[in-house]
């Protein structure tokens, strides 16, 4: 299995984001790289609050993922590490933790020794390339985090899809979240700021949208605000995407919940099985 020790991870590091003259022209899928900067890295876990993300979660990916009789597990958007480290904690045999970022990476080797005194195995990768710097096959991949909306061409995200199918076994499931983006667009913006940014005293919100752009501002109580420019995703597109790259079943969740209003839910999770399904069970 591929993996970057931790003192190769780490390189000069930025302070400053990076948006140019017009930040709201920046609608490049690997700019990401120039938005996690180190002083943004540092302040994530304020963000997410890792206690309050626990509770607020519970047992709904671990009880998916066993309820498939899942060992192996690939976290592609590992960020500071809070799901990797959950899935060692709770026992899984396998689990690698990708992410495009390197700064997210070292902060995530960090939390993990400091968390259980976990050796995470990670890997700096590219989705749309995931099979060249990741090898071996997982039950199942997990891209949470709201990451999958930093590809903002629909080639790379068909890419990225494929890249997590075919890496997964021939029973494997794929676990992808969003923000509601509908809501979003539809509605204008409103959050319960319950199950993933859980932090008190931190503010997320956009700052501008329109249907190829979500950008959000950060704001800590510092003083200091970062910004990150996402693909507002709407959820049945991103269903018919899974359904097209070949996931044969597609489920998903509002908050956690199976049953809810469409504007309801600040997140969606959608569960893709990979199962061959004959006609009558595709019905």
Request: with cysteine.
């Amino acid at each position: 299995m591929t993996a970057d020790h931790r003192s190769g991870l780490r390189g000069p590091a930025s302070t400053v984001q990076e948006f140019g003259d017009a930040p709201t022209e920046v609608r490049e899928s690997t700019h990401y790289k120039h938005e996690y900067v180190q002083t943004f890295v540092d302040k994530w876990d304020e963000l997410i609050d890792w206690r309050a993300r626990y509770a607020s979660e519970g047992s709904f990916f671990v009880e998916q993922l066993r309820r498939r009789g899942v060992t192996s597990v690939l976290d592609v958007a590992t960020g500071t590490g809070f799901h990797s480290v959950r899935l060692l904690e709770e026992g899984f045999e396998t689990v690698v933790s990708a992410d495009g970022s390197a700064e997210m990476l070292a902060k995530a080797f960090d939390n993990g020794m400091k968390f259980g005194g976990h050796v995470l195995r990670v890997v700096q990768a590219d989705w749309r390339w995931l099979n060249r710097d990741v090898h071996g096959e997982y039950d199942a991949i997990i891209c949470l985090g709201n990451s999958f909306t930093h590809l903002f061409s629909e080639r790379d995200r068909r890419r990225a899809l494929a890249e997590f199918y075919a890496m997964l076994s021939h029973d494997g499931v794929l676990i992808l979240d969003q923000r509601n983006y509908d809501a979003i667009l539809d509605n204008g913006f409103s959050s319960k700021h319950q199950y993933y940014y859980c932090g008190d005293d931190v503010v997320a919100e956009p700052e501008y949208v329109d249907d190829g752009l979500a950008r959000f501002r950060y704001r800590f109580p510092d003083g200091s605000q970062y910004h990150l420019n996402m693909f507002p995703l709407r959820k049945d597109y991103t269903r018919r995407l899974m359904h097209e790259v070949g996931f044969q079943r597609v489920e998903t969740y509002g908050d956690f919940q199976s049953t809810y209003a469409d504007d309801e839910p600040d997140f969606f999770v959608h569960i893709a099985e990979k199962a061959y399904l004959d006609q009558e069970d595709a019905e």
